[in-house]
């Protein structure tokens, strides 16, 4: 039982390249969930999928997009990368919206030049 | 809209001291309230969670009362160990404002020293 995976774990990209962060649950959960940490400022949503089929924006939407393959799978895209996106991406996802515990991936380092 | 507030960093104890670290909330709704913790290098851990008024969440030998009338969910440890040392996070969320999301504090640096 793996949890919640994400790849890659680091990567370094040059601003206006794209790239997509990949992230997989095995705990057959309905409600997942993206993250960007920064210093000082906490962990700031930035979209999620409360079931599949469906997509939200969260606070800070601008930049990305995501796509819910399927139950398991919930990944961000990055279509030009900005130095302002440089930060720890982590994954989350939850049994059900609402007040269910939410589980986090590893993270994924991004530094854009 | 809703928002956490947590008493800002870094914190630096011996070990065995005695451990709080304030949380306070504004919440539309009837939130749940959590405490995640985050080792150096990894993803955020659930710690504790309070999903009613007077719970009280407890695990590893932390503890946390939720405190609608303060609004306020400290956490406390009466005897920190050098493993302790992460960043704590307290965080909410609040299902009757609509939205699902978990709205985060902006964590706190703890430091346990030998």
């Known amino acids: 039982n793996a949890g919640v995976t994400q790849t890659p774990k680091f990567q370094v990209l040059k601003t206006g390249q794209s790239m997509t962060l990949q992230c997989a649950q095995d705990m057959n959960h309905n409600s997942m969930y993206w993250y960007r940490q920064d210093p000082g400022m906490g962990l700031r949503l930035i979209y999620y999928s409360a079931s599949e089929g469906t997509t939200d924006k969260g606070e800070v939407p601008n930049g990305y997009n995501v796509s819910r393959l399927n139950k398991r799978e919930f990944s961000l895209r990055l279509e030009s990368a900005a130095p302002s996106q440089t930060s720890v991406y982590f994954c989350?996802?939850?049994?059900?919206?609402?007040?269910?515990?939410?589980?986090f991936g590893p993270g994924t380092r991004l530094l854009v030049l | 809209g809703d928002s956490v507030t947590q008493m800002e960093g870094p914190v630096t104890l011996s070990e065995e001291a005695f451990l709080t670290i304030n949380c306070t909330y504004t919440a539309t709704g009837y939130p749940s309230l959590f405490w995640y913790v985050q080792y150096p290098g990894e993803g955020l851990q659930l710690l504790l969670k309070?999903?009613?008024?007077?719970d009280k969440g407890s695990n590893k030998g932390f503890e946390a009362t939720y405190r609608k009338e303060t609004t306020s969910f400290h956490l406390e440890k009466g005897s920190v160990q050098v493993s302790d040392s992460a960043v704590y996070f307290c965080a909410l969320t609040d299902s009757g404002a609509g939205s699902y999301q978990l709205t985060f504090g902006k964590g706190t640096k703890l430091s346990v020293i030998p």
């Open positions: 989350a996802s939850s049994a059900d919206r609402g007040r269910e515990t939410q589980y």
């Open positions: 309070a999903t009613k008024a007077d």
